[in-house]
């Protein structure tokens, strides 16, 4: 895909969240819609998939670990067609096959249950290893909150992976700069996330998290490395291209009405974000 069908795939990808959760009314958006570009690029054609059949030996494997922000990955997941987009109206409700938080028992396409924060990066650098113990070469990709950077388990799978030498694992922070209860900083001082895993063996870059031809790219860079797994820490906006909670102060779960949808909806097809 071209940088501009990327980036229209990423407008649709928000366009179609909102439209699934109006009538819910409620969500995560904010960690939803600052991995939305990242989403557009993975499941824009940079990952081996086969939607028809979501268990494919030879895919490219995807773990959320901030499972919280689960409905972006399902409405990446209905675009391309791994189950109707009609069930995005379900997402969090009773009998869904569509849990707030991400389970690989009940969805089409997610490859690890996450919402325990730091599980899924572990569980990810896991598969990432079994996969080279067996000799194959499908990438795994991964993502975790800059807050989850918090959890212990982060850095036991930090230290791992290069050990490892798992240059086919490739991960993000989404370095949105805040957590569940505000800024990232005011609760733990991350620092320099790219010197800290640079220190611990990674090839590390810092990327604009929106611009989805530097993603690209440095997801090309990563695919060079030989012996040591990549992280790109995306530099983003949470809440970003949804005008009700890009530029709330505490938008880490959103309650809103249909008509703060449908505006934000609309924004969205002007090409707003
Ligand atoms: C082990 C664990 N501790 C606490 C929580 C509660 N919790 C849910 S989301 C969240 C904040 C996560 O922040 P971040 O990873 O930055 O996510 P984002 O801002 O991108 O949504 C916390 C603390 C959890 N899910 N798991």
Redesign the pocket.
Same mark, same amino acid.
Do not use: F, M, P, R
């Given at each position: 895909m071209v940088q501009e069908d990327t980036r229209a795939f990423a407008q649709t990808l928000r366009i179609e969240l909102l439209r699934g959760l109006r009538d819910v009314g409620q969500g995560?958006l %904010? !960690? &939803?819609m600052?991995?939305m570009d990242l989403l557009a690029v993975l499941y824009g054609g940079e990952m081996k998939i086969d939607p028809q059949n979501p268990g494919w030996d030879g895919r490219d494997y995807f773990v959320l670990s901030? %499972? *919280? &922000?689960g409905p972006a990955l399902y409405t990446a997941l209905a675009v391309k067609g791994y189950f109707p987009l009609d069930w995005l109206k379900t997402i969090n409700s009773n009998g869904t096959r569509l849990p707030s *938080?991400c389970d690989r028992t009940k969805t089409p396409g997610v490859d690890m249950s996450a !919402?325990?924060? %730091?599980?899924g990066f572990s569980a990810a650098v896991g598969i990432a290893h079994g996969l080279k113990v067996q000799g194959k070469d499908n990438y795994v990709y991964t993502v975790? !909150?800059? !807050? =989850?950077? @918090? =959890?212990g #388990?982060v850095w036991e799978a930090a230290l791992y992976a290069p050990s490892h030498r798992l240059n086919h694992l490739i991960a993000f922070v989404?370095k @949105?700069g805040? #957590?569940?209860?505000g800024p990232?900083d005011d609760v733990l001082v991350l620092g320099d996330l790219r010197q800290k895993f640079e220190d611990f063996g990674w090839f590390a870059l810092d990327v604009d998290g929106h611009d989805t031809d530097a993603i690209r790219a440095a997801i090309a860079r990563g695919k060079q490395q030989t012996d040591k797994p990549t992280m790109i820490i995306l530099h983003?906006v949470?809440g970003k291209g949804c005008s009700f909670v890009e530029h709330e102060l505490n938008n *880490?779960h959103a309650r809103f009405t249909a008509a703060q949808a449908d505006e934000a909806i609309a924004a969205l097809e002007k090409g707003g974000c």
């Open positions: 995560h %904010g !960690g &939803a600052s991995v901030k %499972g *919280h &922000a *938080h !919402g325990s924060l %730091g599980q975790v !909150g800059d !807050g =989850e950077c @918090n =959890e #388990q989404d @949105n805040k #957590q569940l209860d990232t983003t949470k *880490h």
